[in-house]
């Protein structure tokens, strides 16, 4: 199966991310248009959308599954950022190195389990590695056992575990992957990528 992704500019994709998003029941608050460009606008960052036809009407195109990824520095201003990088002091090198922060994605439920969003993470390690990235992190909830076992397939590593002593299940959970041209040897998904303004 070769998969189709659309990569995004910042307006456009902040768009499509606002509209994405309501199809989310998990998500407790939508990400606004506004909130991805004051997040991404004076950042390397990539917007992607993997998109399938509807089992019922394969004339119709949709999107399925997105992840939107951005530079961590390790001199942020903006208070989360600030936290985040504090957090990862202790096991992220971020001196003469370029971090990869996956901030926000995810695959629509009735297309779950099929490679989409394998295939989005294969092409931003791909980004990643064209753009002088060194290492890309994320960070997820320990209730979130489907993308914890999607990571792990992806052969992402725990580096930090916080545990939340009032409930395990929000404890957070950090994994991280270093990036090298093994990385992409390993990649399994054939991807058609197309740039939107």
């Known amino acids: 199966m070769e998969y189709h992704i659309r990569q995004y500019g910042l307006q456009q994709g902040a768009l499509e991310i606002q509209y994405i998003e309501e199809f989310f029941g998990e998500f407790p608050r939508r990400k606004t248009a506004s909130e991805v460009v004051a997040r991404l606008g004076n950042r390397d960052h990539q917007i992607v959308m993997a998109e399938a036809p509807l089992p019922d009407d394969p004339g119709m195109v949709v999107p399925v ?82 993308m914890r076992g999607t990571l792990d397939h992806l052969e992402f590593n725990v580096i930090k575990f916080e545990p939340n002593p009032d409930d395990p299940r929000e404890s957070k959970v950090y994994l991280s992957k270093r990036l090298g041209g093994a990385v992409l040897d390993r990649h399994r998904s054939t991807r058609a990528v197309v740039q939107v303004g």
């Open 65 to 146: 599954a997105y992840k939107v990824s951005h530079e961590l520095r390790a001199s942020e201003t903006d208070p989360k950022l600030t936290d985040l990088v504090t957090r990862l002091a202790d096991c992220v090198a971020f001196e003469n190195r370029k971090i990869l922060y996956c901030w926000i994605g995810g695959t629509r439920r009735d297309w779950r389990g099929q490679g989409f969003f394998r295939a989005l993470t294969e092409q931003q390690e791909a980004w990643a590695l064209d753009n002088g990235f060194d290492e890309v992190v994320v960070k997820t909830k320990n209730r979130l056992y489907d």
